[in-house]
């Protein structure tokens, strides 16, 4: 019997979806050309900026000369070299900060997502790069914050937003030290285990119900917590590893994120 074209449509999907699932393909946008690329700025701002490559481009440019570390491995350079893009406060100050902003929010194209301070936000080495060692970036925009260990330095970025709570990201929410910082002779921080913390309670925040509706506390979907006792997990590996946290786990974008360009 012959099939119909509808029929034969649905097959074509489904064998697509199941090798995208298999072969960990990355979002649809992940593919977008550097035209395409679009960032948003918004939230607890005085008008939202969106804008595409070429205009990002057309902005004052800064070159920052920085190296990237990923806590999973702090003393291996993960990428280093000369960063080129936008100062992160020319930005928001072109959007216009709101006096009520406390925090600044990152998310990327696959949902991964970050934070600063608005004081760390306002440093002249903070930039949304484009391009490293004059050569555009494959993951298109990366937030370049030197210092500051690679879960910060998010890729695929598509979302700036100013929030007026205390907005953690997806390692950030997870016990990861939020400030980040890589100090002389650091090692990597540990987080909390998530079963010794409530989950799903919002973080304190004076105007939680001001808050924006795109970004809400402990908005990150999150694995299940492991079934050891808390004393077997003391290493911040082994509680990755134990999540399905660790970049060869199905949880994987973190490391995606302070990969390599």
């Known amino acids: 019997m012959k099939k119909s074209p509808f029929s034969t449509t649905i097959t074509i999907i489904a064998v697509l979806t199941l090798a995208n699932f298999l072969t960990g393909t990355k979002?649809?946008?992940?593919?977008?050309s550097?035209?395409?690329?679009?960032?948003?700025?918004?939230?607890?701002?005085?008008?939202?900026?969106n804008l595409f490559m070429t205009e990002l481009q057309n902005l004052p440019q800064t070159t920052v000369n920085a190296t990237l570390y990923c806590v999973?491995?702090?003393?291996y350079a993960v990428a280093q070299g000369s960063w080129a893009g936008v100062k992160l406060w020319y930005l928001l100050e072109e959007a216009g900060v709101s006096p009520h902003a406390v925090k600044v929010a990152f998310?990327?194209?696959d949902g991964y997502k970050t934070d600063l301070t608005l004081e760390t936000a306002k440093r002249a080495d903070v930039i949304v790069a484009y391009q490293k060692d004059g050569l555009p970036l494959s993951e298109k925009l990366r937030l370049v914050v030197p210092g500051k260990w690679g879960y910060k330095?998010?890729?695929?970025?598509?979302?700036?937003e100013l929030v007026n709570f205390d907005f953690k990201g997806t390692w950030e929410s997870q016990g990861y030290t939020d400030s980040a910082d890589i100090t002389e002779g650091s090692r990597k921080p540990n987080p909390i285990p998530s079963?010794?913390?409530p989950r799903n309670v919002a973080p304190t925040s004076p105007n939680q119900s001001s808050a924006p509706n795109s970004l809400t506390p402990n908005a990150t979907e999150l694995?299940?917590?492991?079934s050891q006792s808390p004393?077997?997990?003391?290493?911040?590996?082994?509680?990755?590893?134990?999540?399905?946290?660790a970049c060869s786990g199905a949880f994987s974008f973190g490391c995606d994120h302070c990969s390599a360009v």
């Open 27 to 32: 979002p649809v946008n992940a593919e977008l």
């Open 195 to 197: 079963f010794l913390r």
């Open 34 to 49: 550097a035209s395409e690329w679009q960032l948003t700025v918004t939230g607890l701002v005085e008008h939202t900026l």
């Open 72 to 75: 999973d491995k702090p003393s």
């Open 107 to 109: 998310v990327a194209d």
């Open 223 to 226: 694995p299940t917590t492991p």
């Open 153 to 160: 330095w998010i890729a695929m970025l598509t979302r700036i």
């Open 231 to 245: 004393s077997v997990i003391t290493d911040e590996k082994a509680f990755r590893v134990s999540n399905g946290l």
